[in-house]
């Protein structure tokens, strides 16, 4: 078990009543100004998918996902979503939607594998949001303009909840700071990636970091992506490859670099085949979703997930994602945590 105990922590909001306004503040605020930024709309979403239709998340490709089979179905195996990455760009394709709009959702997921922490879970509640783009739009230059607006529409939300909560001061940089993983490990090249987003952010405050999961010029990777959603094989302007990042804040309560949303470009049918043989995961391309993208009959989308619960932890100062969601917590957790003043439900 990993935790972190801020010296002197206390709830600025006073009491679970507050925090619980707060939270449905912050939810309410954010989506609105996100699907302003983006051009969303709002649809429902799957909590499970079948099993061998390639529609699950791998996440890092060693992620177990919960699965079961279904009684009224043969006892055909469904599995619990990591994600909606790629149900979403199916989705697109079901509406027809036409560049420049998109959609968001509620995700709501389980990944029983994670190492549970201040902010880590098993269960993980999302803003899953993906926009049907042009394949002239799959850049460097477009993937930093929506960078820019997600960043806004988090700004907005922290500036709108001052109002109601005046104890919760703004702090988030006028600007956010971009960098590829790349040019971080040459900066830092004795520090280990966590280490490197820990100086960056606490540097500049807000950073998006490009290029994540393609092999660096010391032979590692920044951090995992699995190889048949984002692109990060592509060359870019900078002549780098990748067209994907992590969106990080620095965390003063955590002293910690903080990740709040995922995302990039998705691949195109090159650049699904060129991952896919990286990864030794050839046999993907012969998978549902992977032959349907293959065969043209997907839209070329950007697209990413941002923590429901991570945004509002961090908008509201809070030590422990457990101040914000109910999940399930080890004993001698709630305990260290009640006794360091930080109450986890």
């Not at 309410?28 to 699950?56: E, I, K």
């Not at 049907?132 to 303009?145: D, G, N, P, S």
């Not at 971080?184 to 950073?207: D, G, M, S, W």
């Not at 990413?304 to 080890?330: D, N, T, V, Y």
């Amino acid at each position: 078990m990993s935790l972190y105990l801020p010296e002197g922590y206390r709830n600025l909001l006073g009491s679970v009543e507050n925090t619980e306004k707060a939270i449905k503040a912050v939810k309410d605020m954010f989506q609105d100004n996100l699907s302003a930024q983006l051009a969303l709309l709002r649809v429902t979403a799957p909590m499970v998918v079948l099993s061998g239709t390639g529609l699950n998340d791998d996440l890092n490709g060693v992620e177990r996902p919960v699965a079961f089979p279904i009684k009224d179905m043969d006892e055909q195996r469904a599995e619990v979503v990591h994600s909606l990455a790629k149900w979403k760009r199916i989705k697109l394709a079901q509406m027809g939607v036409q560049p420049g709009r998109g959609i968001y959702t509620d995700m709501n997921a389980l990944r029983p594998d994670e190492e549970l922490d201040n902010i880590h879970s098993i269960y993980v509640d999302q803003w899953d949001w993906e926009k049907v783009i042009t394949r002239e739009q799959r850049t460097l230059a477009y993937l930093k303009k929506i960078v820019r607006r997600i960043y806004e529409a988090i700004k907005v939300t922290e500036n709108k909840l001052y109002v109601e909560f005046p104890q919760i001061e703004p702090m988030l940089p006028e600007d956010i700071f971009f960098i590829h993983s790349e040019e971080l490990l040459r900066q830092y090249p004795n520090l280990t990636p966590k280490e490197r987003e820990n100086a960056i952010a606490k540097k500049h405050k807000a950073v998006f970091i490009i290029g994540i999961g393609g092999e660096l010029s010391d032979g590692t990777v920044h951090d995992g992506r699995a190889a048949d959603y984002d692109d990060w094989t592509t060359r870019n302007e900078d002549g780098y490859e990748g067209l994907n990042g992590d969106l990080l804040l620095w965390n003063p309560i955590l002293g910690s670099a903080f990740e709040v949303s995922s995302m990039g470009i998705r691949v195109d049918e090159a650049a699904l085949l060129r991952q896919l043989k990286m990864r030794a995961e050839e046999w993907k391309a012969e998978l549902m979703y992977h032959r349907m993208l293959l065969d043209g009959e997907l839209p070329y989308t950007i697209g990413g997930g941002i923590g429901q619960s991570r945004l509002c932890m961090f908008l509201l100062r809070k030590a422990h994602i457990g101040e914000i969601q109910s999940s399930i917590w080890p004993d001698s957790m709630r305990q260290i945590c009640h006794e360091a003043g930080i109450d986890i439900v």
